[in-house]
């Protein structure tokens, strides 16, 4: 005997699907989309309830955040330093450093706190490049404590910088033979710890290893921070699979318990395990990815080739960097990049692959051309993820290849000013996150936050395409600008295809599940500079109503 059907009334129901692109009323029925159309229409699927919580509002596919980290949830049990404002999971608002002087008074203030002198003081969301005259280095950190080691995350995650104190307890030297552990000009270490295999140096003063309730708790925070964003989708890209079966089984509970509030696809991140055999491996994710649940997915490879743009840390073509920076670091030796894709392709599954420079993703493609070559597959999806210089060439290519990109189109508010002026210059600043170009040579794409680097709010992933407006009010390449309905399709259904989950998630449809995002206002109704501030009332996942935090 069928349940009950439940009719969702709505001021407006935007569906992102062709064949029926709007309605005022959504069925549902066992988590489930039984149809959109009109309430008289809806009442047809049999015995029904009406919830009118949200006949005037306006419900829009469940966004996806295709691009994120577990940091959104772990990095709150430390203290944010970082330029910009942050509103952290209990609502509290961390006010923005503007001032070198004043990061090191907060850090003096918060090592003066701490009352065991042993404990390590450790904050995240510092961003150098607001502060190039003061690079912080580990002479700046000495000051604040010679005695408790000091980490202080940069808002890259890609870089970090130490003090004497933790570099002596981790026995991080001159000699240490570590690509990243930064020498400066006079020959001394400068503190800074450039990559992840330089970064986990630093062990596990930073990781702060937690009992599995903390690590409970961190999925918890991650997956709130979501829902009250909008989002029922989110990909965490660097985790990695549980190592063992307790863990996952673990992890499966959590999300999958009813009263988690969002969806989680998991990629496996191959270089954080260090992994030697990439066949032996891709035959372990499989297994992994046959316990895959409606909640939680997995069996999806993440990989790095560079790192951070602002961190100069990225790999760039000629002219390299505005600034005169040498070139960035590669986390994968170029020449090794086809043997490893090739060990994950011709076993069916499809890599994400992390490109900031154009010089990465050339690499990225060649080694696509080659197993396309030796192993033919007509839908891979292998994603370049950031592609934040890709040129118009490049995209063109990924078209032909069938390679799709996830773009950091809000890289152009957080540092668009940074990029014009230091890292890469006027011309290529312009085209940076070139959303337009990427939908005008038919590669799919979507958008992210890459949170916690910035907020997670695809909400703003869409104001910051649609505008392409930097903080300070400087527009960069209008011409690469998107229209309202091309961004929301790239959170919504072009994300959903990017994670291969497009047959679930992405539109209103009959047959996908039910998860909806619940706006107070009409995107395509608002002035575009107002996008961003559309409240969110909270999301639907699988019929199930989650409110946002107020």
């Known amino acids: 005997m069928n349940s009950k059907t439940t009719l969702f009334p709505a001021?407006?129901?935007?569906?992102?699907?062709?064949?029926?692109?709007?309605?005022?009323?959504?069925?549902?029925?066992?988590?489930?989309?039984?149809?959109?159309?009109?309430?008289?229409?809806?009442?047809?699927?049999?015995?029904?309830?009406?919830?009118?919580?949200?006949?005037?509002?306006?419900?829009?596919?469940?966004?996806?955040?295709?691009?994120?980290?577990?940091?959104?949830?772990?990095?709150w049990g430390f203290p944010y330093i970082g330029y910009y404002d942050r509103v952290g999971p209990d609502g509290r608002k961390w006010k923005g450093l503007k001032d070198f002087e004043e990061v090191l008074t907060t850090l003096k203030m918060l090592d003066h706190t701490m009352t065991n002198p042993d404990e390590p003081l450790v904050v995240w969301g510092f961003d150098p490049?607001?502060?190039?005259?003061?690079?912080?280095?580990?002479?700046?950190?000495?000051?604040?404590?010679?005695?408790?080691?000091?980490?202080?995350?940069?808002?890259?995650?890609?870089?970090?910088?130490?003090?004497?104190?933790?570099?002596?307890?981790?026995?991080?030297?001159?000699?240490?033979?570590?690509?990243?552990?930064?020498?400066?000009?006079?020959?001394?270490?400068?503190?800074?710890?450039?990559?992840?295999?330089?970064?986990?140096?630093?062990?596990?003063?930073?990781?702060?290893?937690?009992?599995?309730?903390?690590?409970?708790?961190?999925w918890l925070t991650y997956g709130i921070q979501a829902k009250n964003a909008g989002c029922t989708t989110i990909a965490e890209m660097a985790y990695g699979s549980p190592g063992d079966q307790a863990a996952l089984n673990r992890l499966k509970r959590l999300i999958d318990a009813p009263d988690y509030p969002v969806r989680i696809a998991q990629l496996y991140l191959p270089m954080l395990h260090d992994v030697k055999d990439h066949d032996e491996a891709a035959q372990w994710v499989i297994k992994q990815g046959q316990q895959s649940s409606k909640k939680l997915r997995l069996g999806i490879i993440k990989y790095f080739l560079d790192g951070s743009i602002q961190g100069f840390t990225a790999?760039?073509?000629?002219?390299?960097?505005?600034?005169?920076?040498?070139?960035?670091?590669?986390?994968?030796?170029?020449?090794?990049?086809?043997?490893?894709?090739?060990?994950?392709?011709?076993?069916?599954?499809?890599?994400?692959?992390?490109?900031?420079?154009?010089?990465?993703?050339?690499?990225?493609?060649?080694?696509?051309?080659?197993?396309?070559?030796?192993?033919?597959?007509?839908?891979?999806?292998?994603?370049?993820?950031?592609?934040?210089?890709?040129?118009?060439?490049?995209?063109?290519?990924?078209?032909?290849?069938?390679?799709?990109?996830?773009?950091?189109?809000?890289?152009?508010?957080?540092?668009?000013?940074?990029?014009?002026?230091?890292?890469?210059?006027?011309d290529r600043a312009h085209r940076m996150n070139a959303c337009q170009t990427a939908k005008q040579m038919g590669v799919h794409f979507s958008m992210h936050s890459d949170a916690p680097i910035t907020p997670i709010s695809q909400i703003h992933s869409v104001w910051a395409a649609v505008n392409r407006q930097t903080s300070s009010g400087r527009v960069l390449g209008e011409h690469e600008r998107l229209s309202v309905y091309d961004a929301l399709y790239a959170v919504t259904l072009d994300a959903a295809y990017t994670l291969k989950m497009d047959q679930d998630v992405g539109s209103i449809e009959p047959g996908k599940l039910a998860d909806f995002t619940v706006l107070e206002k009409n995107p395509f109704d608002v002035d575009p500079l107002k996008i961003k501030d559309i409240p969110v009332w909270g999301t639907v996942l699988g019929g199930e109503p989650f409110p946002a935090a107020r």
């Open 11 to 75: 001021r407006k129901i935007i569906t992102m699907n062709a064949t029926r692109p709007e309605g005022t009323a959504v069925a549902v029925r066992d988590g489930m989309i039984l149809g959109v159309g009109s309430l008289e229409e809806m009442k047809s699927y049999g015995p029904f309830e009406v919830d009118n919580k949200f006949e005037d509002l306006i419900l829009i596919p469940g966004l996806i955040e295709a691009h994120s980290h577990i940091g959104e949830g772990t990095h």
């Open 129 to 218: 490049i607001f502060f190039e005259k003061d690079w912080l280095n580990v002479s700046h950190l000495d000051r604040i404590s010679k005695k408790r080691p000091i980490f202080v995350f940069h808002i890259s995650d890609h870089l970090a910088t130490v003090n004497t104190a933790l570099m002596s307890l981790m026995n991080i030297t001159k000699d240490t033979a570590v690509e990243g552990v930064d020498i400066g000009a006079n020959g001394e270490l400068t503190g800074e710890l450039r990559e992840p295999y330089a970064l986990r140096l630093a062990g596990d003063i930073y990781l702060k290893v937690a009992d599995g309730a903390q690590i409970d708790r961190n």
């Open 315 to 426: 790999r760039l073509r000629k002219p390299g960097y505005h600034n005169g920076n040498p070139n960035g670091m590669w986390l994968t030796p170029p020449e090794e990049m086809v043997k490893t894709l090739l060990s994950y392709h011709r076993h069916g599954l499809n890599m994400h692959c992390h490109c900031n420079g154009d010089e990465a993703v050339d690499v990225f493609l060649d080694a696509v051309e080659r197993v396309q070559a030796e192993k033919p597959w007509l839908d891979h999806r292998h994603t370049i993820h950031h592609s934040q210089l890709t040129s118009p060439a490049q995209y063109r290519r990924m078209a032909r290849l069938g390679v799709s990109a996830n773009i950091f189109s809000n890289h152009i508010y957080y540092w668009g000013d940074k990029h014009y002026e230091t890292t890469v210059g006027p």
